[in-house]
């Protein structure tokens, strides 16, 4: 069955950037940059015409004004792009009976065997002019028989294109394009690559997957599969969370401990609600600092399964003391909470009171219902809103901070 698969791999084209064409059609043909608007920010989607003066995302926003001085600068609105994306979602839920939502504008469609009944091209090809008609939003495909070379004829369909690579024909269609359109080889794997001599994929599929191997480790034999086409991993609808993580950069260095623990609380806690939420218990706790010098240290430790506050908020402030040095300014600081298993926090019944359940309980209540800094711990009033999101729904989170008003 794996040579007879049709996986489709869809993308919506500069999608932060084509949303606020939707919403302000003065936008349209114009430079257009997404992302944080201070020295600090970075770009998070440009559009077409801005990228002809040599931005792109992740690029940091004060090289992009330079790159590009009359570009329009937006902030953004996830709230509005997680809109447009479910829209999206749910026109690709009518149409295909398996798919998987990697990210806010990307998805994988598993239509094999559907080719019996409709054509598997003729398919992916009507339920993208359905979604550009119903939506309003540019969206490109690839078609093939696996993952990888769906993604990487994606990439060669844009702008709102779309290309199906025919069973048999995968090695060719890869061979002169560049190793850097694998997914996985990253600017580090690209340079070592490079450094062999090795810049396009024929090079790679020319290369015993030994030498491959040898040189790169299991990196290199997944990179060799990939360039040769081979890639059996299913498309999968639900992705089970095996932790869930915050982080701050701060627009200014700090050692205001005062604001930093304030902050170490608000995101604990809001990390513990988001765990009992989702009926999830945690069983390791990481924090995280970086300092002006982007030396970067993280710490953790294991605990007993828990999703209440009282017994997580130490532990992460007892983390953020032994990883604190005062005589350098804080860059950025994360808390995460991994090792998760299915499992209300009743399961603590035995070591909590019955005060603590029932507080736990009510505050979520009323976070549930007024947004989840309706009520909060006094040392974190001072943070901003964390996430608004539930992580254990399968939805991808939104990327940017709403724009302010």
């Known amino acids: 069955m794996v040579n007879n698969r049709s996986i489709v791999h869809m993308d919506l084209d500069t999608f932060f950037v084509s949303c606020e064409r939707l919403l302000d059609s003065r936008l349209n043909g114009k430079p257009v940059l997404i992302g944080g608007t201070s020295d600090r920010g970075v770009v998070a989607s440009c559009s077409y015409e801005a990228r002809t003066f040599g931005v792109h995302s992740a690029m940091p926003m004060r090289m992009a004004k330079q790159l590009c001085p009359e570009a329009i600068i937006l902030r953004g609105n996830s709230g509005i792009y997680t809109k447009f994306s479910q ?79 025919i069973s048999g024909t995968e090695k060719p269609f890869l061979a002169p394009l560049s190793v850097k359109k694998i997914p996985m080889v990253g600017n580090v794997t690209y340079k070592a690559l490079c450094d062999l ?101 993280t710490q953790q430790q294991r605990i007993p399964y828990s999703a209440m506050d009282h017994n997580i908020i130490p532990v992460v402030l007892d983390l953020f003391k032994k990883l604190y040095n005062r005589r350098l300014l804080v860059r950025l600081i994360g808390v995460k909470f991994s090792h998760l298993v299915e499992g209300g926090h009743q399961i603590n019944l035995f070591e909590d009171n019955e005060m603590h359940l029932n507080l736990a309980q ?44």
């Open 87 to 165: 829209n999206v979602t749910d026109v690709i839920k009518e149409s295909v009976p398996l798919y998987e939502k990697t990210s806010i504008d990307e998805f994988y469609l598993d239509l094999t065997g559907m080719d019996k009944f409709f054509g598997c091209h003729k398919l992916a090809s009507e339920l993208r002019q359905r979604i550009i008609k119903e939506t309003g939003l540019p969206i490109s495909f690839g078609l093939s028989l696996n993952k990888t070379v769906s993604k990487i004829a994606t990439g060669e369909a844009k702008p709102n294109n779309e290309i199906r690579v």
């Open 197 to 297: 001599g090795v810049k396009r994929i024929k090079t790679v599929q020319d290369m015993p997957m030994e030498l491959m191997h040898k040189v790169l480790g299991k990196n290199g034999l997944s990179i060799w599969k990939k360039a040769n086409g081979i890639d059996n991993s299913p498309v999968i609808q639900y992705h089970e969370r095996k932790s869930i993580s915050t982080e701050r950069t701060f627009g200014q260095d700090t050692t205001n401990v005062h604001k930093l623990r304030g902050l170490v609380i608000a995101m604990a806690e809001n990390l513990a609600f988001q765990l009992r939420r989702g009926n999830k218990l945690t069983a390791c706790v990481t924090f995280k600092i970086r300092y002006s010098d982007f030396q970067t240290y």
């Open 362 to 405: 009510a505050l979520d209540k009323m976070r549930e219902r007024y947004g989840d800094r309706a009520v909060m711990n006094a040392a974190g009033m001072e943070a901003k809103t964390i996430s608004r999101w539930n992580p254990f729904t399968g939805e991808p989170p939104p990327l940017l901070a709403n724009r302010h008003q």
